[in-house]
């Protein structure tokens, strides 16, 4: 069985920072592309940032310059450091890992995961 746990989220007034973690779990042989994604209120769920196992990275470009993205491929996890926070980052977080490679029920599997998302609010 694999897990994406999250952590970090909370409340915090604009320009403020948080920093979100994601830690994969399980009999893992490797994650290709780490990221991670946003839902808000009657909204559907948008790409924030990935990074792949060779690090390059892509940005949703409402958070280039202000959000970063980064993973430790030998403990499978993947920050998000969010600076200059807007109103309009307020969202469900969510952790993605994607052809992740792990033994599931004896076998070796290959599949997408999703962590239980972590709340972000940024007051005005």
């Known amino acids: 069985q694999v897990q994406l746990v999250e952590s970090g989220g909370g409340l915090v007034q604009a320009g403020g920072s948080l920093r979100l973690s994601c830690a994969a779990s399980?009999?893992?042989?490797?994650?290709?592309?780490m990221g991670w994604y946003r839902q808000a209120p009657g909204k559907q769920r948008e790409l924030v940032a990935t990074?792949?196992?060779?690090?390059?990275?892509d940005y949703t470009d409402s958070v280039k310059g202000r959000f970063t993205i980064s993973r430790d491929n030998g403990k499978n996890t993947v920050d998000l450091q969010c600076n200059g926070l807007k109103p309009e980052d307020t969202a469900v977080y969510f952790c993605n890992a994607q052809r992740v490679v792990a033994i599931i029920s004896s076998e070796i599997r290959t599949n997408d995961y999703w962590g239980q998302g972590t709340q972000v609010t940024v007051s005005s």
């Open positions: 399980g009999r893992i042989f490797k994650i290709d592309t």
């Open positions: 990074i792949d196992n060779t690090g390059r990275t």
